[in-house]
């Protein structure tokens, strides 16, 4: 292999226009011998700010004395040459030589492009995580020099990797890579190179010639009598349910230091007597409780027992691993039961091996397009599940590939998917496994996609448990939501394309040579058409999105610029503000066309399916896509056109602005789902079962009784089986300002640096504003460095989970986090000992859809507001003691708790903790007591 230079940079920011150069570091390097190394610190001739400081330690003082960029750039050239230049998003880098026309020959090579194609499951692909997931014991220190002697090691670690693949499977990575501009190419047909010496001929793309299924059917498994739903099940005997609970039962025998816990066995006698009798049941079991066993145990019995299916759904995919990993199989093992149990998630969840052929034979298109297709061949060499759960798809991009290699095909039917592919697609596989389970276990979405299509999307049901309960609402209301950015129609459009280009072009070229010559040609002419008119309707969206945009220039004029995305909900008074008569008529223009595309799409679908029937075989993927696009110009006619002049009853609009990059997005969500909710499940189902933690608010179910419409639902609420007197501190600080006060946020970072380094990190933090959580990581990022404690905060790029397995494996560290940490996390032991709540967790009254809904309640802040607050707050309280021999402190930087009358809602809604009303001062030495450090 040729000489290789490994180049990393430290920048003042992000934009390659407006920033500049602080550090350079290259290593040149052949295979593992490195043969020189390149470093200097660089004068931006500007502040640096004190956020990369922080992240780099490097100062002002630092480089004061330090050459400009442009006295190193003739040196730094005659290093690199006209060898290859390697980085971890190498275009990054590149981008800010592009000035100096430098290195615009080079070939470029990428780490994070290779990383995301040969470790297809790995958590995160940044620098220090990928050299983590290596085995590199170099640092990545956010240095120059040092990441690129990270990027250099990575480098060979990912090239080996790429040398044991299939030689068949590195000749079609490479072949594909060739028409594309793609930084991961060079490195493969490099290693292609070197083992040419094999004379093995590359196998040929799978679809092409007959060489095996992408993925084998299932060998046949017994079965058992095919599932019923019965009239009048035969009821189970609770307290019989109940005993496998009892010391001297099965559980006790099975789990080795078994704990009885009364709560579990009162939910479990619950569980049993509402799938028994046919009743609807809210139950709220504290931490601890062990409440997936307590209903599990009488679901199990009673499926087994009636020869029927008991669905179980819950919001988080951590949750559906422990249920069907962990819990079930442990369930069967401790009671000997031949129980079948399955996981069914959405179709776009499940790679179509047909889909995937298909992209395979006609290639990447882009670099996305490319990386994921790699990413994906690599990844089916060792998994066999084709479940999306097993890859790491990062940002929309991929996401959006998946989509289109996935079994997101409204064409497809359970009978067609058989014919197709004999039985080894995997949704197929995981809805026959469905079929054939006595627990089937979905997620929210799924559930609420089946009753809103009568039932159509899941094997037949009537009774229900529904974990994460309190997550319903939300999950009904974004399955009721819809949202369209002027980009989205973009892409619409574009992809409806025309003769020669997107599914309209696909469909002719499938036709082409193989219809008959007058049944093409009036295809043609109705293609022709649609090219037209989807051509006048991009225009008249951007006239419609124009004036829209005018629009709301004159509704923020003289407002002050915000880093959060501006909203502003369309009322009737709206319609009648000026600029909107603008609105009207420009979307009228573009309502017509739209609406002529929508028939025309129908009716090609409809033509291309009559062929297909006559023996054209090559249309079945242009019908699959046409039918797509049907629904999903469908769905944006319908929505634009309520927004704009025929707004649904009980809908919320409303129109909202990315502050990064003014991109305007248009919303609707329904203001209650309630009924929805008590029309498909409560209505609809025999028994069904609402669980979870936080349920109540103020020890009242009647919030959640609202928002669910489940007046008809039995209650029962459970306390924790923690000792929380001796397991907790809960700290409320008497003397912190109010939020809005000018000195808050000051108290707030000092507090925390003095209470982190005197509890050694350990530490969760929970924000509600993300612009609160960047102020507060830059003020204590460099003082906790001092410590040797690391922050670590939400939003850097890293997924919640990534995070968080950080945050796990850190002996000192601080978890800044907003939204998503406020539930699901579960870091039981010393590695989480403090949690700090900066705010109360009130909801944004001027957001849209919470303005919608507090305005059906007579008291909105006491009836929405405040219990909507508390279950947040609870939830968010609950992160801290998660097993009985957990110990730690809850720490409040809010005094409203303390100052205003509903703060007691607060308090009284959390266990009996020892509590503690004290200054900031004593904060820290009350916490290294507690904790004993």
């Known amino acids: 292999m040729t000489s290789i230079v490994a180049l990393d940079l430290e920048t003042t920011g992000l934009d390659p226009k407006t920033e500049t150069i602080i550090e350079i570091g290259a290593r040149r390097f052949d295979g593992h011998r490195v043969e020189d190394e390149f470093t200097t610190l660089i004068n931006p001739g500007k502040h640096i700010p004190e956020f990369i400081t922080g992240l780099t330690g490097i100062s002002d003082e630092m480089v004061r004395q330090s050459p400009r960029i442009r006295d190193v750039l003739e040196e730094l050239a005659a290093f690199i040459g006209d060898s290859p230049i390697l980085g971890h998003n190498i275009k990054f880098d590149l981008s800010f030589f592009q000035k100096y026309n430098l290195f615009e020959l080079n070939e470029r090579i990428d780490t994070y492009e290779l990383a995301a194609v040969l470790m297809p499951a790995a958590s995160r692909y940044n620098l220090g995580a990928l050299g983590q997931q290596l085995g590199i014991p170099l640092p990545a220190t956010h240095r120059a020099l040092d990441d690129a002697r990270v990027t250099a090691v990575a480098f060979q670690k990912l090239y080996e990797m790429a040398q044991e ?76 349910a109940a005993s496998v609970l009892e010391y001297g039962g099965p559980f006790s025998k099975y789990f080795e230091a078994y704990e009885h816990r009364p709560e579990q066995v009162e939910m479990l006698r619950a569980v049993a007597n509402a799938l028994s009798t046919g009743q609807h049941l809210m139950v709220e079991a504290g931490t601890g409780v062990g409440k997936s066993f307590a209903y599990l145990v009488p679901a199990a019995m009673f499926a087994l027992q009636n020869n029927t299916r008991v669905l179980v759904s819950t919001n988080t995919i951590n949750l559906q691993d422990q249920l069907i990993k962990k819990d079930i199989p442990d369930l069967c093992a401790a009671l000997g039961l031949d129980l079948r149990a399955a996981v069914l998630k959405g179709r776009s969840n499940y790679l179509c091996p047909r889909r995937f052929d298909l992209m395979r034979r006609r290639g990447p298109a882009t670099a996305d397009e490319m990386r994921v297709l790699a990413k994906v061949l690599v990844w089916t060499q060792d998994n066999f599940s084709g479940d999306r759960t097993g890859i790491n798809l990062t940002g929309p991009a991929e996401r959006d590939v998946w989509v289109h290699m996935s079994a997101e095909d409204d064409a497809c039917t359970t009978e067609i998917c058989l014919e197709r592919q004999g039985g080894a697609c995997p949704f197929f596989r995981a809805r026959q496994a469905a079929q054939n389970a006595h627990i089937l276990v979905v997620n929210h979405a799924l559930l609420l996609t089946d009753v809103a299509v009568g039932n159509r999307v899941l094997p037949e049901y009537q009774h229900v448990i529904i974990d994460e309960g309190h997550h319903l609402e939300a999950a009904a209301t974004d399955a009721l939501s819809f949202r369209l950015t002027q980009w989205d129609m973009d892409r619409l459009i574009k992809e409806t394309g025309g003769s020669g280009s997107g599914i309209l072009g696909q469909l002719l070229g499938a036709a082409r040579d193989r219809a008959r010559p007058s049944d093409f040609a009036a295809l043609s002419q109705k293609v022709e058409r649609a090219t037209d008119l989807a051509w006048r309707l991009q225009e008249q969206a951007r006239i419609f999105f124009d004036a829209l945009t005018e629009f709301v220039a004159f509704q923020r004029e003289g407002q002050p610029p915000s880093t959060y995305a501006w909203q502003e909900r369309i009322l009737p008074a709206s319609r009648t503000q000026p600029g909107w008569d603008n609105i009207e008529i420009t979307w009228g223009a573009a309502a017509e066309s739209l609406n002529l595309l929508v028939k025309l799409v129908g009716e090609l679908q409809k033509g291309a399916a009559d062929l297909y029937a006559d023996g054209v075989e090559s249309l079945e993927d242009p019908i699959s896509n046409l039918g797509s696009l049907l629904r999903r110009l469908s769905e944006a006619e319908n929505m634009v056109g309520s927004m704009v002049s025929e707004p649904v009853a009980d809908y919320v609009y409303w129109v909202e602005v990315n502050p990064n990059n003014n991109r305007l997005a248009l919303n609707a969500a329904p203001v209650r789902v309630g009924p929805h909710v008590e029309q498909y499940l409560w209505h609809e189902k025999r028994s069904v079962i609402l669980t979870s933690a936080t349920l109540t608010a103020h020890g009242e179910f009647g919030y959640m009784r609202g928002i669910l419409s489940a ?37 707030v970072d000092r507090t925390l640096v003095s209470l982190c380094k005197a509890s050694g990190g350990r530490t969760l933090v929970l924000f509600t504003s993300y612009a609160q959580l960047k102020r507060t990581s830059r003020a204590i990022a460099g003082p906790l460095a001092q410590s040797d404690i690391i922050v670590y905060e939400q939003g850097e790029g890293a997924s919640p989970n990534a995070l968080l397995e950080s945050f796990k494996s850190a002996e000192r560290a601080v978890l800044l986090g907003t939204r998503s940490f406020w539930e699901g996390v579960d870091v039981p032991g010393e590695a989480l000992s403090v949690l700090v709540i900066v705010k109360l967790p009130f909801a944004v009254p001027t957001d849209p859809l919470v303005a919608a809904r507090s305005e059906t309640y007579e008291d909105p802040f006491n009836e929405y507001s405040l219990p909507e607050a508390v279950l947040r707050f609870r939830q968010g309280f609950g992160r801290l003691i998660r097993t009985q021999s957990d110990r730690g402190v809850v720490v409040i930087l809010d005094r409203r708790l303390l100052t205003k009358s509903y703060g007691r809602a607060f308090v009284e809604s959390l266990p009996g903790c020892t509590r503690r009303v004290g200054p900031l001062a004593e904060l820290p030495k009350a916490a290294a007591k507690w904790l004993d450090v």
């Not at 008497?734 to 006060?741: C, F, L």
């Open 165 to 240: 693949l299939p030689i068949d499977l590195l000749a079609e990575i490479v072949r594909h890579s060739e028409p594309i501009e793609w930084d991961g190419g060079w490195a493969f047909q490099q290693a292609l190179r070197a083992r040419t010496r094999e004379s093995v001929k590359a196998k040929p793309v799978r679809g092409e010639q007959d060489d095996g299924p992408l993925f084998e059917a299932e060998e046949k498994k017994r079965k058992g009598p095919t599932l019923q739903v019965p009239e009048e099940p035969q009821p189970i005997d609770p307290e019989e």
């Open 711 to 747: 007046d008809e639902a039995d209650e029962l609420a459970l306390g924790s089986p923690f000792d929380y007197q001796n397991a907790a501190l809960l700290y409320l600080a008497n003397d912190i300002a109010e939020p809005h006060a000018p000195d808050y946020q000051g108290q």
